[in-house]
């Protein structure tokens, strides 16, 4: 029998010492091993770095302050997902008002309050774009050659093109041509059928294809469907807790389109026009539940924050670097939870500087707006990407609630005395469940 030397042998396993060598050379050789080590060892290698690299290396004094995340890429997507006023608010005390977050491997710039609004809204569309931040979200669902797959230039043109068949005037006429439209056709139709002829002059000056014209009429939809829908939702809920108002409302519309037996005459245009419990009730909705909470831009070049903004110190600026995206919130800027339907309060005031009666005009391609970047009020932007749909969805949110307070009272289920909470998995904020009212008629005939 061989003689093994007492050194080279492993009491417990029987293996020599040469057999454990090779097993181990074996080990650190094998390509499935490394690989599993690489997949342990790779994540907690990056998790580590990102984490020194914000506490150790020091930060470029001219880039904005930048919100601390544990995992890379990820960055701060969960908590300004699940609740992203809390996150803006939470960052803003930490920070103020200019600072950047990692969201989903972008690094995103927020720049909030009035100058924040006024810088990302009014900032040139050479520097920030619109395209460039959405174009992946919207070209598969509204197609090609449209909105933010053309150039802004292209896209202001189409802007012009549709901002003139949504007129209050036009819409008036179009979409309330059911029996007593019909009914009450003259001379006067036939003037505003040649308006809209008129809204479609452009038609002729930019020769629309086919496919363009449809993807146009998908954009318009999904800008103006969720939007309009979460806002009449919203109106109805605080409609229903707040009884007082919806009596006030109520009475508003007796005393405007009443008759004496109790029925209601069609609402006109003119009498729509200045209703002050339904003006204040929709314009305080849409300041405590923007449909959508902030928008976003691409950052073409290097821009410098103004100082008055926010700034490293006094003689230095901080610079958002081309490659960032910057974000503006008009959430942030309305937002005072204690108030609803304050005929005096901010939303009003806003609203009547902000009014496109009333604001400084400017052009950016369709057609002369105001120009609203510098507004607290933005539920329906500000700039050259302000909501052409505005009026159209006023007079919609206005002809919903009115008709539907005519017929019915609303209260909150028995029990619930709170309004629900904002819902921010969706892209426009709705409800959450549940998001019931009940509803008794006012009339039985
Ligand atoms: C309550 C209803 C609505 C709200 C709150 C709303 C809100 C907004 C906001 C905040 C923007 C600016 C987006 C940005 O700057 O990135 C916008 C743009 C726009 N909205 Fe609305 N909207 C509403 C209804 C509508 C309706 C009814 C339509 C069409 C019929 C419409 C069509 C558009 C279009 C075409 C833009 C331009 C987008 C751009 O230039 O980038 N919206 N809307």
Redesign the pocket.
């Known amino acids: 029998m061989a003689y093994r030397a007492p050194e080279l042998f492993d009491v417990k396993t029987g293996v020599t010492l040469d057999e454990k060598v090779d097993m181990w050379q074996y080990v650190t050789a094998s390509p499935g091993r490394t690989a599993l080590l690489g997949v342990i060892y790779t994540p907690i290698i990056i998790f580590v770095l990102n984490i020194l690299k914000q506490l150790v290396v020091p930060q470029d004094p001219s880039l904005p302050p930048e919100v601390f995340h544990w995992i890379p890429f990820i960055g701060s997507f969960i908590a300004y997902s699940d609740d992203p006023l809390n996150f803006l608010f939470e960052c803003r005390e930490k920070y103020g008002d200019v600072f950047t977050f990692t969201l989903l491997g972008r690094k995103v710039t927020i720049a909030l309050g009035v100058k924040g609004n006024n810088f990302v809204?009014g900032g040139k569309s050479t520097a920030f774009s619109?395209e460039d931040a959405y174009t992946h979200l919207t070209s598969p669902i509204f197609g090609k050659d449209v909105?933010?797959n053309v150039p802004n230039e292209v896209?202001m043109e189409q802007?012009k093109f549709?901002k003139v068949g949504?007129s209050t005037e036009n819409f008036w006429a179009r979409t309330l041509q059911g029996k007593e439209v019909r009914s009450g056709l003259d001379k006067s139709f036939s003037a505003l059928s040649n308006d809209l002829d008129g809204g479609f002059t452009p038609l002729n000056l930019i020769p629309l294809r086919d496919h363009e014209i449809a993807h146009i009429m998908i954009?318009?939809l999904m800008?103006?469907q969720h939007?309009?829908s979460a806002?009449s939702s919203w109106t109805l809920l605080h409609l229903a807790q707040n009884v007082e108002v919806q009596e006030a409302l109520y009475q508003e519309q007796v005393d405007h389109f009443g008759n004496l037996d109790g029925s209601f005459r069609p609402m006109t245009y003119e009498g729509f026009r200045k209703l002050p419990v339904l003006d204040p009730a929709i314009h305080e909705t849409?300041r405590m539940h923007?449909?959508?909470l902030s928008?976003?831009r691409y950052v073409r070049s290097d821009v410098p924050v103004p100082s008055t903004l926010a700034a490293p110190s006094k003689d230095s600026v901080y610079v958002v670097p081309k490659g960032h995206y910057v974000l503006a919130s008009?959430a942030v800027s309305q937002w005072d939870p204690t108030r609803w339907s304050d005929p005096q309060g901010v939303a009003a005031q806003a609203f009547k500087t902000y009014s496109d009666e009333n604001g400084e005009k400017i052009d950016y391609g369709f057609g002369a707006v105001s120009k609203g970047t510098e507004s607290p009020y933005?539920?329906?932007?500000a700039g050259?990407?302000?909501?052409?749909?505005?009026q159209?969805?006023y007079l919609?949110?206005g002809t919903v609630i009115s008709n539907i307070t005519h017929k019915v009272e609303l209260r909150l289920e028995d029990g619930i005395t709170e309004i629900p909470e904002h819902n921010y998995h969706t892209m426009i904020t709705m409800p959450k469940k549940p998001r019931n009212v009940c509803y008794r008629r006012r009339r039985f005939d």
């Open positions: 809204l619109a909105v933010y896209f802007k549709v949504l954009a318009l800008a103006g939007t309009s806002s849409l923007p449909p959508i928008t976003m008009a933005q539920p329906f932007g050259r990407h302000r909501c052409i749909g505005e159209f969805a919609q949110l």
